[in-house]
């Protein structure tokens, strides 16, 4: 993640994290990417099962019943050792994470286990009562997806109403108190809605959005076709920090975040340069801090199976199943060969990636969107968007023609 509103228009400054030792067990969740431990981030897919069928989703989910997903006694037992462990987020997803019928009370348990616990959640499915339910438990978040506005969104989410009833569980979640923020993925399908998308979080005091760029995973490897260029992900990354400058001008200070490409971070800060070298100075500490890409080192991904990945989109990769081994074990096996080279990715990537002077602070971008483009998970990532120049790259002058 990059915090576009921290690391831009300044709300955090680099001796924030410091001030908690950078320990992710002290920091609270604004902090977490700063973290020096980088314990992971645990994304929990509770259930395949879906009410909606977006075109993008990473897990194909559907609207039926799946065999074998964790039980509710296995789902505490796994919880059980994330606190043990010490991770600081559980993050529930899916599928959409309300059609599991136990997720109160997985969701209750994990908390009075002493787990920030947050949701990942298309929206359409928290009425009144469950909006209550996440209060009265002590949900510290709630991210609802919203890939634009009405018609865009219904038709990127394979429902009608979609959108209505997502705003419905966005109103709920703020009527009771329960912090609440949007999910938008970007694309060259809904890209012209980001104007409006800004002006809903003005209007409806969103205080958080986090803007995804698409991962070729899933149903979204169909998508690869409708991606933003480079030139178009530059102008949206450009308007995204641009609205947001303009709301903390505007005494809106919203968190807004790009997440999954860490090209976000050399580009804003080579902004910066040019507008505010002050800033740009702390901008470029703590994305140091942050380190980039943090998949199979500050985030992973369990499955309703158990299985376990090194992140939410990786699913071909299996790092082992927690119905068979303790999480905390399968994430610290030194045996594991290649877990061993995601926490030390920036020694195997290759080309530009592998020359790059932005390398410690991208991390390597994602690895498997450039799996999934050359089928080298080693190769730069496709949506990297700096030119050779920006990444310190030798630019040959072009050789004059002799005349004769």
């Known amino acids: ?53 977006c075109i993008h989703c990473y897990s194909k989910s559907q609207d039926v ?12 037992s796994f919880i059980d050792d994330l606190a043990e462990f010490r991770v600081p987020v559980l993050l529930f997803s899916g599928g959409e994470p309300f059609r599991r019928e136990d997720i109160f009370e997985l969701t209750e348990y994990s908390i009075r286990k002493g787990i920030r616990t947050v949701f990942s959640t298309n929206g359409t499915l928290i009425t009144k ?52 923020g949007l999910r938008f993925t970007m694309n060259g399908i809904n890209v012209q809605d980001l104007p409006q998308i800004f002006d809903l979080i003005e209007e409806r005091r969103i205080t958080r959005a986090c803007f995804y760029h698409l991962v070729y995973t899933g149903r979204g490897t169909k998508l690869v076709k409708d991606d933003l260029t480079h030139d178009e992900t530059r102008k949206a990354v450009d308007y995204i920090m641009d609205r947001t400058k303009k709301m903390h001008d505007n005494a809106l200070p919203a968190e807004i975040l790009t997440v999954d490409n860490h ?67 399968i994430w ?18 290759k080309g530009r990636c592998a020359k790059c002077k932005w390398l410690d602070i991208c991390g390597g971008n994602l690895r498997v969107r450039a799996e999934a483009i050359t089928g080298d998970m080693w190769a730069p990532d ?23």
């Open 129 to 180: 009562t469950v909006a209550h339910r996440l209060k009265e438990m002590g949900v510290s978040y709630v991210g609802i997806s919203l890939d634009g506005m009405r018609e865009t969104n219904d038709r990127f989410r394979g429902m009608k109403g979609a959108f209505d009833l997502a705003m419905r569980g966005i109103r709920n979640c703020q009527e009771v108190g329960v912090k609440v």
């Open 263 to 329: 090209t976000d971070g050399p580009y804003l800060y080579l902004r910066l340069q040019k507008e505010d070298p002050a800033r740009a100075q702390n901008a470029l500490e703590l994305l140091k801090m942050n380190s980039g890409n943090s998949s199979g080192v500050g985030v992973a991904s369990v499955s309703w199976d158990g299985s376990v990945y090194p992140d939410q989109f990786w699913r071909d990769k299996v790092l082992g199943n927690v119905l068979e081994q303790p999480f905390s074990r």
């Open 1 to 53: 993640m990059i915090g576009i509103s921290k690391l831009y228009c300044g709300t955090v400054e680099p001796s924030d994290p410091l001030r908690y030792g950078r320990k992710s067990g002290k920091m609270p969740a604004n902090l977490l990417q700063f973290s020096l431990d980088k314990k992971p981030i645990v994304v929990w897919n509770v259930t395949r099962r879906c009410n909606l069928h």
């Open 332 to 349: 610290t096996d030194t045996s594991n060969e290649f877990l061993m080279k995601l926490k030390t990715k920036k020694q195997h990537v």
């Open 65 to 76: 019943d799946y065999r074998g997903e964790m039980t509710t006694e296995q789902g505490k």
């Open 382 to 404: 496709p949506a990297c968007y700096l030119s050779d120049e920006e990444i310190g790259l030798k630019v040959e002058p072009l050789q004059k023609l002799s005349a004769g």
